[in-house]
C-alpha cells in the first residue's frame, strides 16, 4: 500500500468518533438545560475531586513536619550528650 491509501484508511477511522462528537453537540443544542446540568455536574465533581487531593497532600505534610519536629525534640541532631563519651574516655587517664 501507499502512503495516500494509508492516510485515507486512517481518516476514514476518525470517521464514527467524528460522528459521535457530532451527535453530542447537536443533542447539547437541542437540550440546553441538560447540558448546563451535565457540564454543573463535572465541574463540581472535578472540584470535588481537586479539594480531596490537596486535603491528602495537606494531611501528609502535616505528618511530615510532625515527625521532623519530633526527631528534632528527642535530640538526634547529632549535638548534645558528650558527658558519656568524655567520661569513657578519661576513665583510665585521671585514676
Known amino acids: 500500500m501507499d502512503w495516500l491509501t494509508e492516510a485515507w484508511d486512517s481518516f ?5 468518533v ?6 453530542v453537540g447537536n443533542w447539547m443544542q437541542d437540550n440546553p438545560g441538560g447540558a448546563s446540568f451535565i ?15 490537596q486535603r491528602e497532600f495537606d494531611k501528609r505534610k502535616m505528618r511530615e513536619e510532625r515527625a521532623w519536629r519530633e526527631s528534632r525534640s528527642q535530640g538526634s541532631s547529632g549535638t548534645g550528650n558528650y558527658g558519656s563519651h ?6 583510665g587517664l585521671l585514676n
Open 12 to 16: 476514514n477511522e476518525f470517521i464514527p
Open 39 to 53: 457540564a454543573g455536574a463535572t465541574t463540581g465533581a472535578l472540584s470535588y475531586m481537586d479539594s480531596e487531593k
Open 18 to 23: 467524528t460522528e459521535t462528537v457530532s451527535n
Open 86 to 91: 568524655t567520661a569513657s574516655l578519661t576513665q
